[in-house]
């Protein structure tokens, strides 16, 4: 199941910055491991803001669930996901 991923980080303006940068840390070598398994198919920031745009390849909502809540920037996230589904005018066959 694809679902495309929409994350604003809101790191506290008082939290310590050697406390942010070690969640931070955690937080990419985490995001390097999903992206490796081929459950985070892309990543993009977006310009100018503390957000990304993502796409998920996973077996099912709770798994992608279960892998947001997992992420250490979690507690300071907006999240916004939405399902996607093969358009049928695609000519790509690995689109799914």
Sequence with gaps: MLFHVRMDVN???DMPSDQANEIKAVEKA???DLQR???WRHIWRIT???SNI???DVESNEE???????LPLY???NIEVMPLNRHPSSI???DR
């Design 92 to 94: 790509h066959e690995d």
């Design 48 to 50: 100018g803001q503390y």
């Design 30 to 32: 985490y995001s390097h």
């Design 54 to 56: 993502s796409i998920f």
């Design 64 to 70: 992608l669930h279960n892998i947001l809540q997992g």
């Design 75 to 77: 507690p300071y996230m």
């Design 11 to 13: 790191i506290p303006l």
């Design 37 to 39: 398994q081929g459950k």
